[in-house]
């Protein structure tokens, strides 16, 4: 059974690597202990953990989710491409059939959120289905470097007025576009669509030109 420090590193790490969170957010600990309900300590050592890794920083006792520049966005979105594309072009053998499961699974999740409005679920089945696509490989050390890389989804544009992106919809299409050519044995097409997703994630994020509106979690979500 994993400790209240764990715990709360693996929750606190998952929400900003799923974007559930802002670049700048302030992480109190008393806050976080009474939404987590667990301990100050264990807040406190998960916090240290990832400003160990560099997922917040920490000014005059203060932690904050960390905010990204444009070029540290471009190194983000081109080490997921590498890690992810390749995990595709480099397999073994067909993909296995519960490999292809978790994809088609977490699309799947990912668009109901999306269309019942529950937009933090969407963020945690989003990352679940581009962990699935590294899974694929069956390349245990790909897998282990990828996790260990904490490679946030990018779904906030990043300057002053940073806002996250409204791109739901579109990110669903393109999941389950990616999911089907992986149904279908077309590792070729799968590994073009998801380069595109990648490339128009990067691009708007950078650029901001898609559609921005802040889209609160539904009320009957639990962290």
């Given at each position: 059974m994993a400790s209240q420090s764990e715990t709360a590193y693996q929750r606190l790490r998952e929400l900003i690597l799923s974007a559930g969170m802002m670049p700048g957010d302030h992480l109190a600990e008393v806050e976080w202990s009474t939404r987590l309900e667990l301990g100050r300590f264990a807040i406190r050592e998960g916090l240290k953990r990832l400003h160990g890794e560099g997922l917040v920083t920490r000014n005059r006792g203060k932690y904050r989710v960390t905010k990204m520049t444009p070029e540290e966005v471009r190194e983000i979105s081109h080490l997921r491409a590498v890690l992810e594309i390749g995990a595709l072009r480099f397999m073994r053998k067909d993909i296995p059939r519960k490999a292809l499961h978790a994809i088609k699974t977490a699309a799947a999740d990912y668009a109901s959120l999306v269309k019942k409005g529950y937009y933090d679920g969407a963020r945690e089945a989003d990352l679940r289905f581009h962990r699935a696509i590294v899974a694929v490989s069956q390349n245990s050390r790909l897998i282990r470097l990828y996790e260990?890389?904490?490679?946030?989804?990018?779904?906030?544009?990043?300057?002053?007025?940073?806002?996250?992106?409204?791109?739901?919809?579109?990110?669903?299409?393109?999941?389950?576009?990616?999911?089907?050519?992986?149904?279908?044995?077309?590792?070729?097409l799968a590994a073009r669509l998801l380069e595109d997703h990648l490339k128009r994630g990067e691009s708007e994020v950078i650029g901001g030109e898609a559609p921005v509106t802040r889209r609160s979690s539904s009320r009957n979500e639990k962290i």
């Open positions: 260990s890389s904490n490679l946030p989804l990018l779904h906030v544009t990043v300057g002053r007025n940073a806002m996250p992106l409204d791109d739901f919809d579109l990110a669903a299409k393109e999941h389950n576009a990616i999911s089907a050519a992986l149904g279908k044995g077309d590792i070729d």
